[in-house]
């Protein structure tokens, strides 16, 4: 069973730049995978924010920003609002098949 | 505008059936796909599976395979789960979203589905 794996919490001051990442059970994550990056706050559904790797869609803020980085994909939120403290997942394409990784909490503090 | 509009809140109890819906609005129905995700109550995002809707092709994740169904008809725009048996950890919300190549980006608001004796 594939397993992608983020980091379970990270904490952010206002201002400050945060990078989030996503790793694979398989090994390295390549733009192959088309990492998706969702922001989902309490009581309300998952908003997507990245796709392939590094496009932003039409409504994402411009701080946040999608790359690969040291065999991971990664979310590099810089400039963070209040507004970013959310749990964020990151989703990889393995053929047919998704996998969402296990969350991140990020915390504004 | 794009919008996937889902079917409310149900209650069941364990081994009664049930169907959900998820009904596109303002795009090509049948040229992207529709994948389900369920959300346990308090955990993370799990990916289900996901149907095109112009000839029905689906694929399910190994963890749900043989669990649920997915479906679509697609002369009304709708795609479909369900369950022909509820067991309590069934209990969730349950999202579909909308799948162009390689990319997830309109959402349903989810249904919850509670499944209690």
């Known amino acids: 069973q594939t397993v992608v794996t983020q980091e379970p919490s990270l904490t952010v001051s206002p201002g400050g730049t945060v990078t989030l990442t996503c790793a694979s059970s398989t090994g390295a994550v390549t733009s192959g995978y088309y990492p998706n990056w969702f922001q989902q706050k309490p009581g309300q559904a998952p908003r997507a924010l990245i796709y392939s790797t590094s496009n932003r869609h039409s409504w994402t803020p411009g701080r946040f920003s999608g790359s690969l980085l040291g065999g991971k994909a990664a979310l590099t939120l810089s400039g963070v609002q209040p507004e970013d403290e959310a749990e964020y997942y990151c989703?990889?394409?393995?053929?047919?098949?998704?996998?969402f990784g296990g969350g991140t909490r990020l915390t504004v503090l | 505008e794009v919008q996937l509009v889902q079917s409310g809140a149900e209650v069941k109890k364990p081994g009664e059936s049930l169907k959900i819906s998820c009904k596109g609005f303002g795009y090509s129905f049948t040229n992207n796909w529709i994948g389900w995700v369920r959300q346990m109550p308090g955990k993370g995002l799990e990916w289900m599976g996901i149907?095109?809707?112009?000839?029905?092709?689906?694929t399910y994740s190994p963890s749900f395979q043989g669990q649920v169904t997915i479906s679509a008809d697609k002369s009304i725009s709708t795609a479909f789960l369900q369950w022909s048996s509820l067991k309590s950890s069934d209990t969730a919300i349950y999202y579909c979203a909308r799948r162009t190549a390689s990319d997830y980006d309109y959402w349903g608001q989810g249904t919850l589905v509670t499944v209690s004796s």
């Open positions: 149907i095109y809707p112009i000839d029905s092709i689906t």
């Open positions: 989703l990889l394409f393995y053929g047919g098949v998704q996998v």
